[in-house]
């Protein structure tokens, strides 16, 4: 906590500038990262993907230009290739952090996160304007014969009632798109709402297919119900293993005696030392810190072979967020440990914010 902010400095107008970047908006750590940035004098605000591979670089461009050459919008490239310099990435598990390959683009500074919004307190028939707007998006995308293969809905930022493309990473282009492909992209999106909007899906069909100048299809519910189904499983799986690993919700800390989970969106240098004075004596302990009351459970060592028991509250409460379920956020997790040993650890929830 505290640490200096990483800096990286490229070629803009044939100056050299050095652009400050904020805290990860996405962390695929060792391989891509994607930052807000913000390059000195003049002031200005840029989206940075960082990434190890210029493979991945070039992949990102090509999906970027094709979204734009089929009038979806997407941000303007403002620099690919090398930085001229790097400082701070060591932390961020690049195997190379001086051979980094660096893509600006255009900030859109009035645009929230698609996804980010979704999970905001707003009333379900916003939500469900919401999917409109992107099965609307999505069926424009398909009608040009583009899919993603990488598709959620962190993939889009929303400004009023407009979508923009932002991930131009597993972009594909097939000239004779199915519609079961097409319906499988549907349920992917789809099992990324809570499971009690599933029912909206007669509702968001007529503006796909309008989009698309298609007749209605009474066998595309029933496939993409189906598609849904796999990949909410997926995606429960995969909520667990990115809690437990630094990710784009989570930081991790490991030491030889506390691994310290947090969600970033609780994450402050207050709180993190706030996780460091728990105290073994105290089986609940509540706190107050930037404008939330945490309470904190703590679970006894349960033996060699037995479950570490803050652990599983930890894995069970990101499947409940998951399904939308109504409990107090899950904002870390503390495991006291002696080396590769656990000694039992906290459960830290939000009882209030």
């Avoid at 000195?40 to 591979?53: C, H, I, M």
């Avoid at 939330?292 to 803050?310: E, L, M, S, V």
């Amino acid at each position: 906590m505290g640490e200096p902010q990483p800096v990286i400095t490229i070629e803009l107008n044939q100056q050299l500038t050095p652009i400050t970047l904020r805290a990860p908006l996405r962390m695929l750590k060792g391989k891509r990262l994607v930052f807000e940035g913000e390059a000195s004098g003049p002031s200005r605000r840029l989206l940075v993907k960082t990434f190890s591979s210029i493979r991945h670089l070039a992949r990102e461009i090509d999906g970027l230009d094709l979204l734009s050459s089929n009038d979806i919008e997407c941000p303007t490239v403002i620099f690919s290739g090398q930085a001229n310099d790097l400082t701070g990435f060591e932390k961020f598990g690049f195997r190379d952090h001086q051979n980094i390959h660096v893509l600006v683009l255009e900030f859109y500074p009035d645009a929230e996160n698609f996804r980010t919004v979704w999970h905001k307190h707003i009333t379900d028939e916003y939500r469900i304007h919401l999917f409109t707007l992107l099965f609307t998006l999505i069926g424009r995308q398909h009608q040009a014969g583009i899919t993603q293969n990488d598709l959620h809905l962190g993939n889009f930022l929303i400004s009023d009632d407009r979508l923009i493309s932002i991930d131009g990473d597993a972009i594909v282009y097939n000239k004779h798109l199915s519609l079961e492909s097409c319906y499988e992209q549907l349920g992917i999106i789809l099992s990324q709402a809570y499971p009690h909007f599933d029912s909206m899906l007669e509702k968001l069909l007529p503006a796909y297919f309008n989009t698309r100048n298609l007749p209605a299809d009474k066998q595309a519910e029933k496939s993409i119900f189906q598609a849904r189904a796999a990949n909410r499983e997926v995606i429960k799986r995969s909520k667990i293993k990115k809690s437990l690993r630094n990710s784009t919700d989570f930081k991790v800390e490991k030491t030889f005696s506390r691994h310290v989970f947090i969600n970033r969106n609780f994450l402050t240098e207050a709180f993190d030392n706030d996780l460091a004075q728990l105290q073994t004596s105290d089986l609940t302990h509540e706190w107050d810190r930037d404008g939330n009351r945490y309470r904190a459970f703590y679970y006894r060592w349960p033996g060699f072979f037995a479950k570490n028991d803050a652990r599983q509250q930890w894995q069970d409460a990101q499947v409940l967020m998951a399904d939308g379920k109504e409990i107090p956020p899950p904002a870390a997790l503390v495991i006291l440990t002696f080396g590769p040993f656990q000694r039992g650890g906290y459960y830290i929830e939000v009882i209030q914010s």
